[in-house]
């Protein structure tokens, strides 16, 4: 479970250390709470909590700062709170919802189907021997698409690797390292952000995917299993790494 939606407590301890952090380090409880919906005594007594817990540092009179170990817990919490989410839309509203597959071969309405992740999209196969079926809503003939309902078990999925290669900017002077470009070429999707990270792909001979949108494309396409290539521009990188950090991606950056 979740620790922050275990109690009332819990929850109200997460959303304070958020307003601090939020509003530090001058710290109105008054304003704290009227949006999270307590009294100023009670604010003033998480806070003391989460001092004691090593999460917050009083500086001076309502001064306080969030400590480093604060910002992990809250970065932490509101993973496994997202997590959550992602599990109560994907499996459990899910389950209710119909979705559209790739045929992997003559499928019958109302047949049940297994259920995998090939390339970034859902296959349905006729029978029940995978982790995660379902039940077709429509007919469907091999490599046509069928509507797929009444979800049931996990497709085993794991994320796809992340390699985020950033190549100088034009400013620097510095011509990138092409040869260090061409592990690219492995990769299930290859996107790029910058005019120079297009361009040394280019001239390593390899096909960019994309090139607008290159740290949310990363991560969905992660998500959904596939191994991803990131080429930026060193001041852009941030941009990238920062969506996949929120995404709670693993990421490896090498320059190049």
């Not at 700062?65 to 919490?77: A, I, K, M």
């Not at 296959?123 to 091999?142: F, I, K, L, Q």
């Not at 990769?187 to 792909?201: H, K, M, S, W």
């Amino acid at each position: 479970m979740v620790e922050v939606l275990e109690t009332k407590r819990a929850a109200t301890t997460f959303r304070v250390l958020t307003a601090v952090a939020e509003r530090g380090p001058a710290v109105n409880q008054e304003e704290i709470a009227e949006a999270v919906g307590v009294t100023s005594q009670a604010v003033s007594e998480y806070i003391s909590d989460l001092a004691d817990r090593g999460f917050v540092e009083k500086e001076a009179r309502s001064r306080y700062r969030v400590t480093n170990e604060g910002v992990d817990w809250l970065f932490q919490q509101a993973n496994d709170v997202r997590r959550f989410a992602d599990h109560v839309t994907d499996d459990v509203l899910g389950s209710v919802q119909e979705d559209a597959a790739v045929a992997t071969a003559e499928i019958q309405e109302g047949e049940t189907v297994s259920l995998s992740i090939e390339a970034g999209l859902l296959h349905a196969t006729p029978g029940e021997t995978g982790p995660a079926t379902g039940v077709a809503t429509t007919d469907a003939s091999e490599g046509t698409v069928v509507g797929v309902t009444n979800f049931a078990g996990v497709i085993d999925l794991e994320p796809g690797e992340v390699t985020v290669y950033q190549v100088p900017p034009v400013r620097a002077g510095v011509e990138p390292d092409i040869e260090t470009l061409t592990a690219a070429r492995s990769a299930e999707v290859v996107a790029a952000d910058g005019v120079e990270a297009v361009v040394a792909l280019r001239e390593a001979d390899i096909e960019t995917d994309v090139t607008v949108a290159a740290g949310e494309v990363a991560a969905d396409a992660a998500g959904r299993g596939m191994d991803v290539v990131v080429v930026v521009s060193a001041d852009r990188t941030g941009r990238v790494t920062d969506t996949l950090r929120d995404s709670g991606l693993a990421y490896e950056v090498t320059d190049a």
